[in-house]
């Protein structure tokens, strides 16, 4: 079983940037697609981003489309988000997720953290 912690969510003003991290344990998520989803107040589950195993492989919301980064670095087992231009739709909780094993695509995240909050001031 794997175990996600996500961390550097907090408060920034619209237009700044944040970078999210996600730690994994339990077991080695290398061979694992990982990706990003957020939810906000109200609204539905929205997936954010996803990176394949290697690294090699990235793919986006169309909301978030040139200003977020999904990056990982599987020697320290984490993954990372990095968020710029944020703007005030960006507001949510922000989850980490790992894929089932060859999956790829939002819905097989299946594995998620504890979620950060990242609220974003106008």
């Known amino acids: 079983q794997v175990y996600l912690v996500e961390s550097g969510g907090g408060l920034v003003q619209a237009g700044g940037s944040l970078r999210l991290s996600c730690a994994a344990s339990?077991?080695?998520?290398?061979?694992?697609?990982m990706g990003w989803l957020r939810q906000a107040p109200g609204k539905e589950r929205e997936f954010v981003a996803l990176?394949?195993?290697?690294?090699?492989?990235?793919n986006y919301g169309d909301s978030v489309k040139g200003r977020f980064t999904i990056s990982r670095d599987n020697a320290k087992d984490t993954v990372y988000l990095q968020m710029n231009s944020l703007q005030l739709s960006d507001t949510a909780v922000y989850y980490c997720?790992?894929?089932?094993?060859?999956?790829?695509?939002?819905?097989?995240?299946?594995?998620w953290g504890q979620g950060t909050q990242v609220t974003v001031s106008s």
């Open positions: 990176i394949s195993g290697d690294g090699g492989r990235t």
């Open positions: 997720a790992a894929a089932t094993k060859g999956g790829w695509g939002p819905d097989d995240l299946v594995s």
């Open positions: 339990g077991r080695s998520v290398s061979s694992y697609a």
